[in-house]
């Protein structure tokens, strides 16, 4: 929230303050319930790790810290840009610091174990003598060493980046946000709606589970040390996301947030032995260019390197166990249909005062519709002339289509939604007027039919990306060629308007052959809205499957 009131958003944020009178945004008040528990668990760490004694501060602080930062940006649009950008670096600033001497810490950890258990067990160390194999304890004593030194100098640099931390006074910053935001919360009376909350979540969500199984093709492949990786960290971020929104859920999606956490331990695993497998690897190829001498007495000897070779098996040994381990519990994922089991919970799973009344009557979506394209004065005209030309295309076009009178319903509400993006300016408008549909807590559509109408808006202008769009993902798979059909016929619909004149006043269709013709009449010249509809036409080519020739 600014000072100025609450902050009109989209799903990505648009730092453009309304008025005093505004109401809180559903967006927002939930932010509320989020943001202060991150906050308390990632400030309540910061004298033990300034003490820096016990390691799990450490280890609890980076958690904290990475979910704060997961978190911000998604109520970016709560709070003004210049607190937003300014908390982002100092926690990243932190998070890095942090994650540094934890990741320091856990090999420490590994290390001590490994030296302890090579000491107490007699038995192990006999038979490596009996069978001729170097022991890994000089090794291990050599590395430990090494990182010892390492993490005293992290451990300045974790302190450091505290004392910048709390120079830049981002906590009490946030907290005061916090608190202000908090105050105004209790004092309203009406609580916001927060209708525009779970397709934001479902999105967001979709978004995160859809770049996880992108990398789904690699789990077969043992050597794809990157891409597991990198599935691990995707997992990490679903789990965040759903941590964040899991309160919109019946059960808070615990049970998939079990598994998730799970796969991401196990790719955690198979990380650790990955950096030990490159260090020591990097390590040894190191030694064998470098000449010997007697300076060179922290160098590791011909013992230490021996060792270093069979702790080197040694965690091959184990990245083998554990990606076994891993392609176990990912394919016990699918025969669980877990991917599939979210998703549904995106929608069936919402708690009933995140679902909007429904049915709706048409008059109120008509007047709701109505009241947000009026944010955007300038261009209701251009927006209205556009919505009659797509109904006046979808009625001549009914026989191709076969849609419904619903279809022609929701055909209208993204005609005069379409170009309200533009109050927040000319480039970019479509994505950001669809992102504002999407999300807006007035409207009383659901999932679905607010995915319909973001894809038509964000696909009004510009090159249309199928397999790019995230809302075409949240239409059931039987209705996307509806959600095309409407979008091509707007998108034409806006071409026949191009210089915002209100030049075309009818439009004709009949199908002639193998194509489609449509002759426009006005008053003026009209060629350069006949050039833009035919330049818009590719997107009804390629869902008609047919061209359509505007003369």
């Not at 945004?25 to 668990?41: F, I, N």
């Not at 258990?117 to 000089?138: C, G, N, R, Y």
């Not at 956490?261 to 196990?266: D, M, P, S, V």
Request: proline share 4%.
């Amino acid at each position: 929230m600014s000072r100025h009131g609450w902050w009109i958003t989209g799903d990505r944020g648009m730092t453009v303050p309304c008025e005093d009178t505004c109401p809180p945004t559903g967006m927002c008040w939930y932010s509320m319930q989020k943001l202060p528990g991150l906050y308390d668990a990632f400030t309540s760490e910061i004298n033990g790790v300034k003490v820096g004694q016990d390691i799990e501060y450490i280890h609890r602080m980076r958690v904290a810290s990475r979910r704060l930062r997961a978190a911000l940006p998604l109520f970016r649009a709560c709070f003004t840009e210049k607190q937003y950008k300014k908390w982002m670096q100092e926690i990243t600033n932190i998070t890095r610091a942090l994650g540094d001497a934890r990741d320091a810490d856990v090999q420490i950890a590994f290390l001590i174990k490994s030296l302890k258990k090579i000491q107490k067990d007699d038995a192990l160390q006999k038979k490596v003598m009996t069978d001729h194999q170097p022991s890994m304890e000089p090794a291990i004593r050599f590395l430990l060493s090494s990182l010892q030194k390492k993490r005293t100098v992290l451990q300045k640099r974790v302190l450091s980046a505290l004392v910048r931390l709390e120079k830049s006074q981002v906590p009490d910053d946030m907290q005061s946000v916090f608190t202000t935001m908090g105050e105004d919360l209790r004092a309203t009376r009406k609580k916001p709606s927060l209708s525009g909350i779970p397709p934001v979540a479902a999105l967001r969500i979709r978004k995160r589970l859809s770049i996880l199984l992108s990398y789904e093709s690699w789990v077969i492949h043992p050597e794809a040390v990157a891409e597991h990786h990198a599935l691990r960290i995707a997992a990490k971020k679903l789990r965040y996301t759903m941590e964040i929104y899991g309160s919109i859920y019946r059960n808070s999606l615990k049970k998939p947030l079990v598994r998730v956490k799970k796969l991401q331990e196990i790719l955690g695993d198979i990380h650790d032995c990955d950096v030990w497998i490159d260090h020591i690897t990097t390590l040894l190829l190191r030694e064998r260019s470098l000449l010997r001498s007697r300076k060179g007495s922290k160098r590791p000897d011909t013992t230490t390197l021996s060792g270093l070779r069979v702790l080197l098996r040694d965690r091959e040994t184990e990245r083998r166990r554990r990606y076994r381990q891993f392609v176990r519990y990912w394919r016990a994922l699918a025969r669980v249909h877990l991917w599939d089991e979210v998703q549904q919970s995106l929608d069936t799973g919402r708690k009933t005062a995140f679902r909007p009344p429904q049915p709706y009557r048409d008059d109120e979506a008509a007047a709701a519709v109505r009241v947000l394209s009026g944010i955007c004065p300038g261009i209701q005209s251009h927006s209205q002339h556009v919505t009659g030309l797509a109904l006046t295309l979808f009625d001549a076009l009914e026989y191709l289509h076969n849609l419904g009178i619903h279809d022609r319903f929701l055909l209208g509400c993204a005609g005069k939604l379409h170009d309200i993006g533009w109050k927040y300016g000319q480039s970019g408008h479509n994505r950001r007027g669809a992102e504002l549909v999407f999300s807006h807590d007035a409207l009383p559509f659901d999932l679905e039919e607010r995915g319909i109408l973001a894809f038509i808006i964000l696909s009004h202008r510009g090159k249309v990306r199928l397999s790019l769009s995230p809302y075409l993902e949240m239409i059931a798979p039987k209705n996307r060629k509806k959600a095309l059909m409407l979008a091509a016929l707007l998108r034409i619909a806006d071409g026949l308007d191009f210089p915002h004149a209100g030049s075309v006043l009818d439009v004709h269709c009949r199908e002639s052959a193998d194509e489609v013709v449509c002759t426009v009449t006005g008053t003026g010249d009209l060629t350069a809205e006949k050039e833009h509809a035919q330049g818009k036409a590719d997107l009804f080519r390629q869902v008609f499957d047919r061209p359509l020739v505007i003369q």
